[in-house]
């Protein structure tokens, strides 16, 4: 059984950081792509990041390129997603999700969020002003 488990969400004062976590297990597919989605109250969801297991290639959502960093370590099949200079309207839940039909990921992996078969449970993440 496939299952992603997110971990690292927490309450972050404006300008600070946070480090997401998202622990793969039950994954039967060689290739995949692993996704970061956040969703505020009231907002429909929005791709964050991307990476693809085969090449590490990332993409970003124009909203946090420069400030998140999605990374990936397959000895512990953990994606994380790095967190710097948080504004406010970051705050919302995030998920990670898994794409095992996509071998490399392209800047379409971020905006079609049904492409993705796997979800956590997400993490909230909170920024005070």
């Known amino acids: 059984e496939v299952q992603l488990v997110e971990s690292g969400g927490g309450l972050v004062q404006a300008g600070g950081s946070l480090r997401l976590s998202c622990a793969a297990s039950g994954f039967t597919f060689d290739d995949y792509v692993i996704g970061w989605f956040r969703q505020a109250p009231g907002k429909e969801r929005e791709g964050v990041s991307c990476i693809s297991k085969n090449d590490g290639s990332t993409y970003y959502a124009d909203s946090v390129k420069g400030r998140f960093t999605v990374s990936s370590d397959n000895t512990k099949n953990t994606v994380y997603l790095r967190m710097n200079s948080l504004k406010p309207e970051d705050t919302a839940v995030y998920y990670c999700?898994?794409?095992?039909?996509?071998?490399?990921?392209?800047?379409?992996?971020?905006?079609?969020?049904?492409?993705?078969?796997?979800w956590g449970q997400g993490t909230q993440v909170t920024v005070s002003p």
């Open positions: 999700a898994a794409d095992p039909d996509t071998i490399v990921a392209g800047p379409w992996s971020i905006d079609r969020p049904l492409r993705y078969d796997y």
